[in-house]
């Protein structure tokens, strides 16, 4: 049974950064193409960034392109998701997830990101 454990949310001032991290248990971490997705309030989910198991290909919603750093540390089991010249409309829970984009198989219980002033 996998388990994701996601953290480093939190309120943030317009232009402001975040790290998020995930962390992975019970499974083999290094095999998993991982993404984070988000859902702000009163929407449905948004897809924002996946990684390859290996981290040598990563892909990013155009909503967050030039902004946001997707990585993963497989010695550590670790996803990240870098949160740079954040905006109100980031405003949002953020999970990781494992497994194809809209096949998740896994997720986390979420972090909250409120981007305000």
């Known amino acids: 049974q996998v388990q994701l454990v996601e953290s480093g949310g939190g309120l943030v001032q317009p232009g402001g950064s975040l790290r998020l991290s995930c962390v992975a248990s019970?499974?083999?971490?290094?095999?998993?193409?991982m993404n984070w997705v988000r859902q702000a309030p009163g929407k449905g989910l948004e897809w924002v960034s996946s990684?390859?198991?290996?981290?040598?290909?990563?892909y990013y919603a155009d909503s967050v392109k030039g902004r946001f750093t997707i990585s993963r540390d497989n010695a550590k089991n670790t996803l990240y998701l870098q949160m740079n010249s954040l905006k109100s409309e980031d405003t949002a829970v953020y999970y990781c997830?494992?497994?194809?984009?809209?096949?998740?198989?896994?997720w986390g219980r979420g972090t909250q990101v409120t981007v305000s002033s």
């Open positions: 019970g499974g083999t971490f290094s095999s998993y193409y």
């Open positions: 990684i390859y198991s290996d981290g040598s290909n990563t």
């Open positions: 997830t494992k497994g194809p984009v809209g096949k998740y198989d896994y």
